[in-house]
């Protein structure tokens, strides 16, 4: 049997084709889905395996099929084998060239130096291809230029305003995709439980266990480097802190609705007060409409550690 893409080549292709449809297909998040669900990862091995085992058969079929050939049957067989994609009908009416038995006839009467020149037809897809850019020119001229259809500029423009709608679109139809404009504060037991476990996986290193502080600062007092409260902690695991180079962004390592989570933990022990919990670190950060409070606040603190030092 004549194989028009040779095995080395087509179990490639299958291979990468079915993984990238399982890749499209598969919401696995940020990561692809091959590492997130460890079941991809075994079916691909399979498929690649079943790929090679099929090419191996349908060889070894091939070959015994080919033994049992006459003599006759296998010269047939290497004759069909041997006529290629050149001397088919299809070929030869995409570019109507001529045989070499048959260049007398498209031969011309000019001679130079023993040199002689085919005139042969141009191929008739490059003909028709070149009647339609004509076409397309004449279209382009009428409308852009004589009509005085839209600029480039204002099709920009259009398109803007276009993938505008269509992100809020797409967000209104998948609430789960959560940024620092929409983020919320969770308050359910499971989305605090889910969120000290991401915690611990991630966080733990620099802000120890109970949120204490360690490398990084304590979370459980009322004074934040970057600002607090829901939005700033999201923003801040989001995208890393500009004044802290240790804490990097974690965006592309954690979904965006588990952040939240995290965030929402982190509120739930404000004034846990930890034991061997860090200094505070950073200013006194209050919600918006309870300035006064803030600074109430801040002056009885102050008093208090003036008295502790006394």
């Known amino acids: 049997m004549k194989n028009i893409i040779p095995s080395y080549v087509r179990v490639p292709l299958l291979f990468a084709t079915v993984f990238a449809g399982m890749e499209f297909f598969i919401d696995s998040g940020d990561k692809p889905a091959f590492i997130e669900y460890p079941m991809v990862s075994l079916f691909l091995g399979v498929f690649l395996f079943l790929l090679i085992a099929i090419e ?51 031969m011309l009467d000019h001679d130079y130096d023993g040199i002689k020149e085919l005139d042969n037809v141009l191929p008739p897809w490059w003909v028709y291809l070149f009647y339609g850019c004509i076409v397309f020119a ?19 423009e259009m398109a803007l305003v276009e993938a505008q709608k269509e992100h809020e679109e797409y967000l209104k139809a998948n609430p789960i995709q959560v940024n620092v404009d929409n983020v919320e504060l969770l308050t359910d037991e499971a989305s605090i439980a889910e969120g000290k476990k991401i915690f611990g996986e991630s966080c733990v290193a620099c802000h120890g266990a109970n949120l204490q502080g360690g490398i990084g600062p304590n979370l459980t007092d ?20 500009t004044k802290n180079p240790t804490m990097a962004p974690w965006k592309d390592v954690i979904k965006s ?9 982190i509120i739930s022990l404000e004034g ?13 950060w209050v ?24």
Do not use: C, M
């Open 138 to 156: 004449v279209v382009y001229l009428v409308r852009f230029h004589i009509i005085g259809d839209y600029t480039q500029k204002e099709e920009y």
């Open 56 to 106: 191996i058969v349908i060889s070894a079929v091939d070959k015994v099929t080919y033994q049992l050939l006459s003599e006759e049957q296998k010269k047939q067989l290497e004759e069909a084998q041997s006529f290629s994609f050149a001397d088919s009908k299809l070929y030869k009416s995409l570019t109507r060239s001529k045989a070499i038995e048959e260049e007398a006839d498209v």
């Open 257 to 265: 609705t588990d952040i939240q989570k995290i965030a929402s933990y």
């Open 222 to 241: 009322n004074h934040w480097i970057n600002g607090g409260g829901v939005k700033n902690i999201f923003k801040l695991i989001s995208e890393g802190s």
């Open 272 to 284: 846990s007060n930890p034991s061997e919990a860090k200094a505070p670190e950073g200013e006194i």
């Open 287 to 310: 919600a918006e409409g309870t300035t006064e409070t803030a600074a109430l606040t801040e002056k009885v603190e102050t008093v208090v550690d003036s008295l502790t030092t006394k």
